[in-house]
């Protein structure tokens, strides 16, 4: 079976640890040298898929033009965890009362969502769907750089783990443009 390599976007537009970031946010100078420092790559990756949010995409085209290595697919199978609009741009501190209250259920009840977000189990099946693509898509064009973001990342990493595995991945560190193998 081919390899598949895992890739965290480069450091982005108005970053703060604790935070979560907007999907809007693009990579920072700093976040481009990031990924020029990460290289070369693992040997013999061939190809590139990529997250549609913009930091990633940033990051995956960056990695394509540096390396001459084709981008053959972007899906929203390897977007971040989709947060709850009402904590975009807020800390623990400051999060709201209905998601305070989330979170306390979250691991009792994984299929529970808080407003416009994703479920624990919601998020746990994308990742399941995006193992099996990014399998799909080395079976046809080798060794492959899948760049995304730290949850997804994280629960890909820990899928035998259940929807519970976002607890881990959100706290286990994933530096900026740093690849592991999945």
């Not at 913009?54 to 981008?71: F, M």
């Not at 977000?117 to 990014?134: I, K, M, P, Q, Y």
């Not at 973001?149 to 519970?164: D, M, N, R």
């Amino acid at each position: 079976m081919p390899e598949i390599w895992l890739m965290r976007h480069g450091a982005y537009e108005g970053h703060r640890p604790g935070y979560h970031a907007p999907h809007e946010a693009t990579l920072t100078q700093e976040g481009r040298d990031q990924v020029r420092r990460s290289l070369p790559l693992p040997e013999g990756i061939t190809a590139i898929v990529t997250s549609p949010i913009p930091r990633a995409r940033q990051t995956a085209t960056l990695v394509s033009h540096l390396t001459g290595l084709p981008l053959v697919a972007t899906s929203g199978l390897l977007a971040e965890w989709r947060a709850p609009s009402i904590v975009l741009g807020r800390t623990a501190e400051t999060y709201p009362p209905a998601y305070r209250a989330w979170r306390a259920r979250r691991l009792a009840n994984p299929s529970l969502r808080c407003e416009d977000g994703e479920s624990l189990t919601d998020l746990h099946t994308r990742a399941r769907h995006c193992a099996a693509f990014l399998h799909h898509t080395a079976s046809r064009h080798g060794p492959l750089l899948a760049v995304s973001h730290t949850l997804l990342l994280g629960v890909l990493t820990h899928l035998p783990e259940g929807p519970t595995a976002f607890v881990t991945a959100a706290r286990t560190p994933w530096q900026f443009a740093a690849y592991r193998p999945l």
